[in-house]
């Protein structure tokens, strides 16, 4: 078997970040290899979106992103924007459509993307290697050797884009983490992001069954606030709302929801305060039926609205404003999109993502810690963060 292959640019996975940089070193004359240990490439591109891949967001920018270094991500994504992604869609002709805040979507499959992406490497000539197990990396006379089931390949670069731990089952693993702790970098702590949160079972048995109730809220924790749906679950809360929060929620925090986002709500009530039926009736008009019943019986509110003194209005008004909710957790990285964390940025240049301690090696993707709000921007930092590195190499 030939061992010891020489090039130009080693790439450790095959997502949406490591095809991006491929394509781009590829494109510039570099020689590129491009690994992976599994034998499909780009999943995480195939189940997103419910199939129809969320490749970007209009209203992209470092605002829309969490990590320790929050400047990091500015540069790369001023220099590859949504724009300039969208006009590759454009030119491989992948009709598209703005589903809500700035989101695009392919009208079709997901698997155009990861198709255009291919296209993108073979006019590089990128090579690939997959399904491909590595059994060690290591540094040999100036240059990266990375030991593999297919023998050696050696290189002066060395981009690791494996992407984080979510969604275990379509192959994340720590390998970032664990090659940047070899080398001598720092890893902020991962944990999941945009994922359900858990309600102890004895709150949740509280409500009754709640189970598939989906209603428009705004939440907030710590900096985070986002007006979007809330979907109630078996095990706790899900939707947009939740997943959004989630990324700002720690254990031991509450989140705070305002169930009448689009009311001023003591002005409403005092609007309604002559009204003959009981509070959850009243509710009922602007809430699932089922909900405000259980609502109004877990606070005991049973008093028809005439009945109310305008005391009792405005507990009810701070009550609807601000319900306090304390998740018990996550669903953990199985029913995450994302993580959080990752390698620490500090440690890389934000215009190259080449690691400021060992010159060659480069961390993309979900693997360093950026991550951004849902709707697109996850893969908006792959593809900037990808061409960033793809054009140092």
Same mark, same amino acid.
């Given at each position: 078997?030939e061992?010891?292959?020489?090039?130009?640019?080693?790439?450790?996975?095959?997502?949406a *970040?490591?095809?991006?940089?491929? *394509?781009r070193?590829?494109?510039?004359?570099?020689?590129?290899?491009?690994?992976?240990?599994?034998?499909?490439?780009?999943?995480?591109?195939?189940?997103?979106? #419910?199939?129809?891949?969320?490749?970007?967001?209009?209203?992209?920018?470092?605002?829309?992103?969490?990590?320790?270094?929050?400047?990091?991500?500015?540069?790369?994504?001023?220099?590859?924007?949504?724009? @300039?992604?969208?006009?590759?869609?454009?030119? $491989?002709?992948?009709?598209?459509?703005?589903?809500?805040?700035?989101?695009?979507?392919?009208?079709?499959?997901?698997?155009q993307?990861? =198709?255009?992406?291919?296209?993108?490497?073979?006019?590089?000539?990128?090579? %690939?290697?997959?399904?491909?197990?590595i059994?060690a990396?290591?540094?040999?006379?100036?240059?990266?050797?990375v030991?593999?089931?297919?023998?050696?390949?050696?290189?002066?670069?060395?981009?690791?884009?494996?992407?984080?731990?979510?969604?275990?089952?379509?192959?994340?693993?720590?390998? *970032?983490?664990?090659l940047?702790?070899q080398?001598?970098?720092?890893?902020?702590?991962?944990?999941?992001?945009?994922?359900?949160?858990?309600?102890?079972?004895?709150?949740?048995?509280g409500?009754?069954?709640?189970?598939?109730?989906?209603?428009?809220?705004?939440?907030?924790? @710590?900096?985070?606030?986002?007006?979007?749906?809330?979907?109630?679950?078996?095990? #706790?809360?899900?939707?947009?709302?939740?997943?959004?929060?989630?990324? $700002? %929620?720690?254990?031991?925090?509450?989140?705070?929801?305002?169930?009448?986002?689009?009311?001023?709500i003591? *002005? +409403?009530?005092?609007?309604?305060?002559?009204?003959?039926?009981?509070?959850d009736?009243?509710?009922?008009?602007?809430?699932?039926?089922?909900?405000?019943?259980?609502?109004?019986?877990?606070? #005991?509110? =049973?008093?028809?609205?005439?009945?109310?003194?305008?005391e009792?209005?405005?507990?009810?008004?701070?009550?609807?404003?601000?319900?306090?909710?304390?998740?018990?957790?996550?669903?953990?990285?199985?029913?995450?999109?994302v993580?959080?964390?990752?390698?620490d940025?500090?440690?890389?240049?934000?215009?190259?993502?080449?690691?400021?301690?060992?010159?060659?090696? $480069?961390?993309?993707?979900?693997?360093?810690?950026?991550?951004?709000?849902?709707?697109?921007?996850?893969?908006? +930092?792959? %593809?900037s963060?990808?061409?960033?590195?793809?054009?140092?190499?």
């Open positions: 078997m061992t010891k292959r020489k090039w130009d640019v080693i790439i450790i996975g095959a997502g *970040a490591g095809m991006m940089c491929a *394509a070193a590829g494109q510039r004359g570099r020689r590129v290899l491009l690994m992976d240990h599994r034998q499909k490439i780009g999943e995480k591109i195939r189940i997103s979106g #419910g199939g129809h891949c969320n490749f970007t967001n209009l209203h992209c920018s470092p605002d829309h992103f969490l990590s320790m270094n929050p400047e990091f991500c500015r540069s790369a994504l001023a220099r590859f924007t949504p724009q @300039h992604f969208i006009h590759m869609v454009e030119r $491989y002709q992948i009709p598209y459509h703005e589903k809500h805040l700035g989101q695009l979507f392919c009208d079709g499959s997901a698997v993307i990861i =198709h255009m992406l291919q296209a993108e490497c073979a006019l590089g000539h990128v090579a %690939w290697r997959m399904p491909c197990k059994d990396v290591f540094q040999k006379n100036g240059q990266f050797v030991a593999t089931d297919h023998g050696d390949d050696v290189s002066g670069a060395l981009v690791v884009a494996t992407g984080g731990l979510s969604i275990p089952k379509i192959g994340a693993s720590p390998f *970032a983490y664990r940047a702790k080398f001598g970098l720092d890893v902020v702590p991962p944990r999941p992001g945009l994922v359900p949160l858990s309600i102890d079972p004895d709150t949740m048995a409500f009754g069954d709640l189970s598939g109730i989906s209603m428009p809220v705004e939440v907030s924790c @710590h900096a985070g606030r986002f007006r979007e749906s809330l979907l109630f679950t078996h095990q #706790g809360l899900s939707g947009p709302a939740i997943l959004q929060i989630s990324s $700002y %929620w720690n254990r031991g925090d509450c989140i705070h929801l305002n169930l009448l986002p689009d009311h001023d003591l *002005a +409403w009530l005092s609007a309604k305060r002559s009204h003959r039926g009981r509070v009736h009243l509710l009922a008009e602007v809430w699932p039926r089922r909900f405000a019943q259980q609502w109004c019986m877990t606070y #005991g509110l =049973h008093r028809e609205m005439n009945q109310m003194t305008f009792a209005l405005q507990q009810l008004g701070e009550a609807l404003a601000n319900w306090r909710i304390k998740p018990s957790g996550t669903l953990g990285y199985n029913k995450a999109e993580t959080l964390g990752g390698v940025t500090h440690g890389l240049s934000s215009k190259t993502m080449e690691s400021r301690a060992v010159p060659g090696l $480069y961390f993309i993707g979900e693997a360093v810690d950026v991550t951004g709000q849902l709707g697109g921007f996850n893969f908006q +930092w792959a %593809w963060s990808g061409h960033a590195a793809g054009l140092a190499l």
